[in-house]
């Protein structure tokens, strides 16, 4: 009896794998620019699945729960790069794009973007770009922020609106060049 519960334990968790597997691979790949990192992040959701699996934790909404893990995961890796605010409060963008080791013309491409954001970044009032480097590259929740702060959750929304509409604007002639070849 416990082989035939284990057996269909796997067959569902194999179902689960194979219908996921590439709508999570597409989250995690929007917020996590290296393919092998992304891969790493992927392999460590479904080691937590397996793992609730064997441990019979109850699972309300399955692919809820799947991509609230991979966001947890890509802040673990980002906090794990020590992605944070130096000294000047300059955003240290260097984790966040490819290897320059693919030649010439990816050096040139990676250097354009890191001059390019850093410079949209300092743009930024910097009440928007805190609240927008603790929200997205963190992972704090607004309510956290909140609590830290003092500012209200709508303040902070707001912010953080104003911060993605400017970055939008300002990068999105590079976007533009970067898809169009």
């Not at 955003?91 to 973007?113: I, K, M, T």
């Not at 607004?142 to 104003?162: D, Q």
């Amino acid at each position: 009896m416990w082989m035939m519960n284990a057996m269909a334990q796997n067959d569902r968790i194999t179902d689960v794998v194979s219908r996921e597997q590439s709508r999570l691979l597409q989250f995690i790949r929007r917020r996590v620019p290296d393919l092998r990192d992304a891969e790493d992040v992927l392999q460590d959701v479904f080691y937590k699945l397996v793992e609730a699996n064997r441990f019979l934790m109850p699972i309300d909404h399955l692919t809820g729960w799947l991509f609230r893990v991979a966001r947890n995961r890509i802040t673990d890796l980002f906090r794990k790069r020590s992605i944070e605010l130096d000294d000047d409060d300059v955003l240290d963008l260097e984790a966040l794009l490819p290897s320059s080791d693919a030649g010439p013309e990816a050096s040139y491409v990676r250097g354009l973007l890191l001059e390019e954001l850093r410079a949209a970044f300092d743009e930024l009032p910097k009440e928007q770009r805190d609240v927008f480097v603790a929200h997205e590259l963190e992972g704090r929740s607004f309510k956290e922020i909140a609590v830290e702060t003092g500012v209200g959750v709508n303040t902070l929304l707001s912010r953080k609106r104003y911060a993605v509409l400017h970055l939008r604007k300002r990068l999105q002639h590079i976007y533009d060049e970067i898809t169009n070849e």
